[in-house]
């Protein structure tokens, strides 16, 4: 049938610790992009224009340049700069936070300054300090116009992943690829099962995650 | 409100430079000790020698159902590893890809690279090859329904390669009017021949050889373009003690017949009777064509 090359000797196995890989890097680069980037995009929402161009470059550079290079520039690139070996693992951790901390910069403070300025205006009539008016104002309702696109970044986040291989990261799908070789000889059908099956692996974590979304969404669509 | 943003836009600033400073203070002792160490010294303090191969590229490195890795190249890593430390196991097999593999070697992330490399000038000029353990030439595999006996009838198809390859360099070279497919693994690469992609693949003959041999509907339709290549292990550029140690190991490994008995025990059973050993195996680094 072909199958059963997913349940061969330890396949199974390998492909679920190549799972845990994939979301070990995909959490840690989310919490610490939605963290640092939430900071990030205060900073950005600022009205220092030094401040706002230093986080403009930062952000235009991490997009114009593919995550794969930047992978490669701190893998290897950095190992020739400073002669430290830094474990793949951490590397990549390190970029997908780097581009995470971009994109969630963005996304903060487009939803701060998206809040039309009467509102901050009338909170200063009433009396509330700056720290108030975060606090009340600015925050709930950013939070409730970030969270669907900081979810949609957390999807985009898990899928690409995958890059990861290329610096000696043995996630889910090059684990993957590693049971089809080994196996292509004898099962020939060996490709639709296992990226069928790891598909359907991304397809159970990502699902709810943007499912959730489109409810948040809803629930808080003006 | 400006001075909460100042204060967090400082804080940020300050553990920046400090990230910068204590890695700046890690690394200057490491270039340090690496230079007062030769490569062999360090590898025997490790304990193990670090040696890159393919994970992806039965029958030279792949991870069988186990998660072990085998193959060819994995066969001498092992004896490398046995006979530089005393254990055969002594060894951390480093999954390499082919665009990458040269940066692992040249930044130190391996010791040696056994991954089915292909000695070419290019490459020579980046890392410094050991005698060669094996021949090859570049092949052309085809589908029986539509074979591709001569590269003329390339024009206008797309042949599939691997990026960072001989097959790639050859054809980008000798004839930039070929569309080529490129991809970074070597199972995107033949799943794509499968799926039709492309009308052919080029690649290691020897590679060519095991997998049609078990895809039915495919041969290999050219299977000596250009010269004929060999097939060494690489140190990183200037690395002489450990090169040279290698050299010994291949001649001495002559000797034995060691490469014919891998040949048996990692190759013979993919090809079976349709490769002769010879054509492949090179024995005590000297190459008879």
Known sequence: ?222 | MKKYKFILTLSMILVLIAGIVSGCGVNKTNKEDSKSKSSIQKIKESGKVRIGVFSDKAPFGYIDENGRPQGYDVYFGKRIAKDLLGDENAVEFVSVEAASRVEFLETNKIDILLANFTVTDERKEKVDFALPYMKVALGIASPDSNPITSIDQLKGKKLIVNKGTTAETYFMKNYPEIELLKYDENTEAFNALLDKRGDAIAHDNTLLYAWVKKHKGFSTSMDSLGQIDTIAPAVKKGDKELLDWINQEIEKLGEENFFHNAYKSTLLPFYGDIVDPESIVVEGGKVEK
């Open chain 1, 1 to 222: 049938m072909g199958y059963e090359v997913l349940f061969n000797g330890k396949n199974m196995e390998r492909i679920l610790v190549g799972l845990g890989v994939t979301l070990e890097i995909a959490v840690f680069s989310v919490l610490i992009s939605m963290i640092v980037g939430t900071i990030f995009g205060v900073i950005m929402s600022s009205k220092n224009r030094l401040v706002v161009l230093i986080g403009r470059i930062y952000i235009e550079t991490i997009r114009i340049i593919p995550i794969l290079v930047w992978l490669f520039i701190f893998y290897f690139g950095l190992t020739k700069l400073i002669g430290v070996h830094i474990d793949s693992f951490i590397i990549s951790v390190v970029v997908f936070s780097m581009w995470g901390v971009a994109e969630m910069g963005d996304i903060v403070r487009g939803a701060i300054t998206s809040i039309p300025k009467h509102q901050i205006e009338s909170g200063r009539a009433i009396g509330l300090r700056d720290i108030q008016i975060y606090m009340y104002i600015i925050i709930p309702q950013s939070i409730k116009r970030m969270i669907p696109s900081a979810i949609n970044l957390t999807t985009r986040m898990i899928k690409t992943t995958s890059l990861v291989a290329l610096i000696g990261v043995i996630e889910v799908l090059k684990v993957g690829q590693q049971i089809i070789e080994s196996s292509l000889f004898n099962n020939p059908s060996a490709p639709l099962w296992v990226y069928a099956f790891i598909s359907g692996l991304y397809f159970i974590i990502c699902f709810p995650v943007s499912t959730l979304s489109k409810k948040l969404e809803t629930r808080w669509g003006d």
